[in-house]
């Protein structure tokens, strides 16, 4: 899939993805070793995104299953169709076989599993499903097979490209975490950030967008309940775009800070820190 | 030393340290090293990092390892630049600190960690008595350069005439901080480096690897850690509360709705192609939180009394009680979406749980029953944290054990080791017998309770 490290970051670069040395190392290991890759790290600081950029800059086809509390089998891998099955049982006699190809409905792993064409699967916020999750996860992610009782092993035509993201809320499994790469995502350096931010608004002047992340990394770095996500500094650079600001002075940022700080408690929390103007008298 | 005994003998180092690497993800790792660029460091250390470094906790570990098993560079070669205007050998003290004052704000990594390197070769050297003893050090560099004291120089050079205290000055003290974290950092690792030129990499690897955060002891936590702890903290109150929850739950899809499945079977002849669930029921589990707050235990208390904020935001209904040797209800500072820090403030000024200021388990519990029994019922979940050392005053198992029947379910989570229960004015096991009770000395052990609870 590709050549080196160096392959990947230009390749990403290309889809509008920024990454560092260690992100185009693991995403580039990931290919060559035919490995699951992991990604694990505080929520947005472009984890989903990362799969989503694999699968553009490599042409591949993006699978995406979300992960929530209660994902079973039948969401996750496969179902059988239970109404075609009733209504073959009732038009038909009853030792038909119902349990054949047609009245499999395909869910995002098993698609993932019998794709012909490139593919990126994105099995997204894993720590959010619960353990027997874990347990399905792992045999797909070891042999590339899963095991169907009705009809036998389906092995993988073409592996897919497998990333599996992470917030971290719970420790996944070691047996999971055994089979994969693991790449832990932090916020990116002011210095990335900057060019992350230049990247995704055209429009903005090189100073502003240097000042917008060094604030951000400052925000960052008090002890608020959510810190501030990429995406949400890319927001505050449309924000102060979009409301013809050049500079970033306190009163402009005590005015848009509902941009980037979410919780009242933190919005009380910076105002403080920071000495900026009360944001009562904006 | 080949390539071959450098990964087997980091690996090995690795576990050492106590980072769990199996046989494995060793083999992934030599696998990697088949297909990347070896002579990029940067690349080298990722590939590594990615097969076999699955917690973040363990990085910091892992980093220190590296730089030893895999330097930067090696002494003796030096390649000696001519175009720089500044000679790191020979110019004065002032100018190396005019040029550290320019790297700490506009340098690159590669400056700071070749300017670090210098610095170490000619102050790190300190001349010891006994033969054969490390001689090289950090904290003579770091005296003779004294970069915390720069911070004024900085913010004179780059705001230049800006207003004072402002953003401004917070964004370049926040740069200046890291930087010197960094400087630092560079520092310590080529003083490693060198020492483990002279005396072996295997001697100053056992030293140089402090224990991971999540290993780290309640009762002996510094500062420092204690803010990089606060942000684990959360997930792992989302964890507890989700546990708790989820052994409540009955069945996950809620039980067949049999009257609306029979009437939508009428449109297909009576056929029950759709099958209609009652919409499952989520239990909000109640808790009810006891903490010691005493000074015996003041790291630790700290540290639950964030874990009581961090639930009482997970839960509906969470009561949070603070005992020394008499019990107030401190449910009311930890208001959802306050400010952390300025409950903890409020806390130890206005809350009353201390009258003679000696920990009395035995009557806190009684008051917590007389006063705030009902708070107990059969919904609740009660969480005891604390040491069990009372002061050799009677214990009250008969009011905790009504306390405890009257519970759904009962913990106590104990910050000392198993071994030092029952010693001295220890009544761990005598409660023990009661509610069921667990080591929880660091965050690794907290996961594991949380763990089993399910």
């Not at chain 1, 693991?26 to 990362?50: C, D, R, W």
């Not at chain 2, 483990?196 to 780290?216: F, H, T, Y």
């Not at chain 2, 009437?263 to 919409?279: C, E, I, M, N, Y």
Request: with cysteine; net charge neutral; hydrophobic share 40%.
């Amino acid at each position: 899939m590709f050549d080196s490290p160096a392959d990947v970051t230009a390749r990403l670069a290309a889809v509008d993805y920024l990454s560092d040395d260690a992100i185009s190392t693991s995403v580039f290991l990931a290919a060559a070793l035919g490995k699951p890759l992991l990604v694990e790290g505080p929520a947005g600081v472009g984890k989903t995104q990362l799969a989503k950029a694999v699968a553009m800059a490599t042409g591949a086809e993006l699978i995406r299953l979300q992960c929530y509390e209660g994902l079973d089998e039948a969401r996750a891998l496969y179902e059988w169709n239970y109404k075609k099955q009733l209504l073959r049982i009732q038009a038909t006699s009853a030792d038909d076989d119902i349990f054949s190809e047609e009245f499999l409905l395909e869910r995002p792993l098993l698609k993932a599993i019998r794709a012909a064409e490139p593919t990126v699967l994105l099995i997204d916020e894993t720590d959010k499903a619960d353990v027997e999750v874990e347990g399905l996860l792992l045999e797909l992610l070891s042999d590339f097979q899963v095991t169907i009782p009705e009809l036998g092993t389906i092995v993988a035509t073409r592996r897919p490209y497998v990333v599996l993201t992470s917030n971290a809320t719970r420790e996944l499994s070691e047996a999971l975490k055994r089979r994969c790469l693991y790449l832990h995502l932090e916020y990116p350096t002011p210095e990335r950030e900057r060019d992350i931010v230049l990247s995704q608004v055209p429009g903005i002047r090189a100073d502003l967008a240097e000042r917008l992340a060094r604030t951000v990394a400052t925000l960052r770095a008090l002890e608020l309940k959510k810190a501030p996500s990429v995406a949400e500094t890319v927001d505050w650079a449309n924000t102060l775009l979009a409301l013809g600001r050049e500079e970033l002075d306190e009163a402009t940022v005590s005015g848009t800070l509902g941009v980037v700080l979410k919780h009242a408690s933190d919005q009380t929390r910076a105002v403080k820190e920071l000495g900026l103007p009360d944001v009562a008298d904006r | 030393m080949s390539l071959i005994d450098r990964h087997v003998g980091f690996v090995q180092a690795l576990r050492e340290a106590g980072l769990p690497v199996s046989v494995a993800e060793g083999l992934d790792a030599a696998q990697a090293l088949r297909v990347i660029q070896l002579s990029d460091r940067e690349s080298l250390r990722a590939a590594y990092a990615a097969t076999l470094v699955k917690k973040p906790a363990y990085r910091p570990g892992f980093d220190v390892l590296f730089d030893l098993w895999f330097p930067a560079s090696t002494s003796g070669m030096h390649t000696q630049r001519t175009d720089r205007p500044l000679d790191l050998e020979t110019a004065p003290v002032e100018e190396l600190r005019d040029h550290l004052t320019r790297l700490l704000t506009g340098g690159t990594d590669q400056e700071l960690r070749e300017f670090a390197q210098a610095m170490v070769g000619r102050f790190g050297r300190q001349p010891t008595t006994s033969p054969g003893r490390q001689n090289w050090f950090s904290y003579s560099v770091m005296r003779a350069l004294s970069p915390e004291t720069l911070m004024a120089r900085v913010l004179q050079n780059v705001l230049q005439g800006q207003e004072r205290g402002g953003l401004a000055e917070k964004n370049v003290r926040r740069r200046v901080y890291d930087s010197t974290r960094r400087f630092e950092d560079a520092v310590a690792t080529d003083v490693r480096r060198r020492i483990a030129e002279d005396s072996g990499i295997e001697r100053i690897a056992r030293s140089a690897v402090r224990p991971p955060l999540d290993q780290i002891d309640f009762l002996r936590i510094t500062k420092a850690d204690l803010a990089r702890l606060r942000r684990e903290v959360y997930p792992l109150a989302r964890r507890l509360a989700t546990r708790l929850t989820i052994r409540q739950r009955k069945g996950r899809r809620g039980r067949l709705d049999f009257r609306r499945t029979m009437r939508a079977s009428l449109q297909s002849g009576g056929v029950p192609l759709t099958t209609h669930f009652r919409p499952p029921r989520p239990h909000r589990p109640e808790l009810v939180i006891l903490c010691d707050t005493s000074d015996s235990v003041s790291s630790f208390a700290h540290f639950t009394l964030l874990l009581t904020y961090a639930l009482r935001e997970q839960f509906s209904k969470v009561r949070a009680f603070g005992f020394v040797d008499t019990v107030d209800e401190i449910t009311r500072f930890f208001v959802p979406g306050a400010d952390v820090v300025e409950a903890m403030t409020r806390l130890a000024n206005e809350a009353d749980m201390v009258r003679f200021g000696r920990t009395n388990y035995g009557h806190s519990l009684e008051r917590f029953a007389e006063r705030y029994g009902d708070a107990v019922g059969p919904k609740t979940s009660l969480l005891i944290l604390g040491d069990a050392r009372s002061n050799y005053q009677p214990p009250a198992l008969d009011v905790l054990s009504s306390l405890v029947a009257r519970s759904r379910h009962a913990y106590w989570l104990n910050p000392e080791p198993t071994t030092q229960w029952d010693t001295g004015d220890s009544v761990a096991s005598e409660y023990g017998t009661v509610v069921p009770m667990h080591e929880c000395r660091n965050v690794a052990q907290l996961t594991a309770f949380i763990e089993t609870l399910a």
